[in-house]
């Protein structure tokens, strides 16, 4: 859709030269052959095998992450990684990512892609498309494209009384690391990373699909809030014996910081998910609790576990 | 990707009821069987036929769409419709769309959606997945998907010297409509609706792959930018007879105006794209010209057609 200005006046800045330059830096991935990727109305993708996965999701600068503690670099490869992750969620198998951008003249638009670039490579997979706009804000959507062979994705309303709940991993770090960086710590600082720089459990949710598991979501808005989400989707109840907090990090920044990305996992066996990772040499999941029949039934230690954690403004 | 915030002082404006609203108009489509949208971490679609063609566009009001002189529906019809056309350019069959809404609080959200929905009603697709974020500026992030089984998608580079060179319809229309409500026309004046709810060329882009069209794509900045883009991608020139221009636009209108979105199309066999039309029902394509060798030749009766038309500013 293009500005309704005089485009007579629109000379000045040419937007092909500048997607030119950024087509430069995302060109630089890993490009399968027989597809057709920036230049041309659309993207072309080879078939998808199986089940088609989407999903799109927008980062604003100043909202979704801190422009005084954080860079532009960070804020394109956080959009991806953390976009890559509903992939994670339904056990996908990524295969490409777009980006539509849009900033206030003078912003430094490689910067942003140079992070997004970097966020594809480190999780093997590519750009394939993107848009460009002015704006007031830095905005970064970035839908992700995924399948899922054989028996296909896994869903959050799957999970059946008596399942097993494990996570990837302990909880709490990026809200930890948040913390951190605003009581000044470096960027290096593995907590700070975390939360700057999140990794998508890409590997752990296809061998959770492989190990035919229930259902799966990732903890984006913390555990607190999405567990409550996987109930009510299965239309289930939960018994958590524990919570596994991160090192560095509180427990409520475990139970309601989200941005961990972790995957949260019912399965009725176990053993099988665990021999599936461990043949991976994905670290062990770590078991909660377990799903239970009754929907009132929402409980930690034997306590009810209130319904909290990451909620927008709109 | 979540806010900075304390997550404790979010609480106000629940999310998920906002999401709940949206989805009640976004669900109000038609489902396939089978297939899973809003509610999980992703979308699952069924198996796409053929290669996955994919593009990205992203609108912001203010900048793509003039605030005083349109809706909030009209910018949510327009983003969707115009991201389609993407897909008509490729000559893909349409298989979903995603939205990515950014906005600032009070920003009647029903209505971008509603706006959205009205577009791929009309165009007989459906939105798969979104994404909602606070923001200063009002943007639509529009990710689309489609599928092009058999020989495959139509792309810019396939033009050679010989084809004819043809659009689907009289240009500038789009740019009249801006310029007559801007003078005070009505919303439903003919023009002004072909600014703001422009129509993408789906049923042209698959009947044109369907004749075997050895080039395509949409003219969205203008074809005195367009062609010169699809000349370009070709490696060829080009020799215009004529251009049609819509009744009530100006030639300047129909050369570089942009947005019209007809298809701009090259075959070696015309007769065949005409028949294919005649079948279809679709109003019989305009031919315009041919592709010439010399890729320096660029001309509109006889003199050199310079390159101008809608850039963004960046």
Redesign the interface.
Known sequence: ????TD??K???????D?LERIAKIVGAGVVSVGE?YV??????????????????????LG????AE?FSLRDLGY??VT?AL???A??G?RP??V?????AP?GTD?EEIHQGAVEATRATGTVI??????????V?V?V????E?PGR??V???GARAGDELLVTGPLGRAAAG?RRRREGAELSDELVEAHRRPWPRLAEGMAARGAHVHAM??L???IALDLH?LAD?SQVGFALDDLPVAAGATEEEAT????DYELLIATNDPARLRMMFYDRGLREPITIGRVVPEMTTRTLRGKDLAR???????
């Open positions: 859709m293009n500005a309704p485009p007579t629109e000379r000045s800045q040419h937007e092909d500048v057709h230049g041309d109305d659309a993207a072309v993708l080879k078939p998808f095998v199986g089940e088609a996965i989407v999903s799109t999701d927008v980062a604003v909202i979704h992450l801190d503690l956080k959009a953390s992750s509903d992939l969620a339904m996908a295969r490409g777009l980006l539509a951008v849009s003249p638009l394939v498309g993107g848009d460009l706009s002015g704006g007031r804000d905005t959507a839908t992700v494209l995924g899922c296909g994705a869903l959050r309303s948040l979501m990732d984006s808005d913390g989400r989707a309601s910081g989200g941005e909290r954690g990451f909620q927008h403004r709109l």
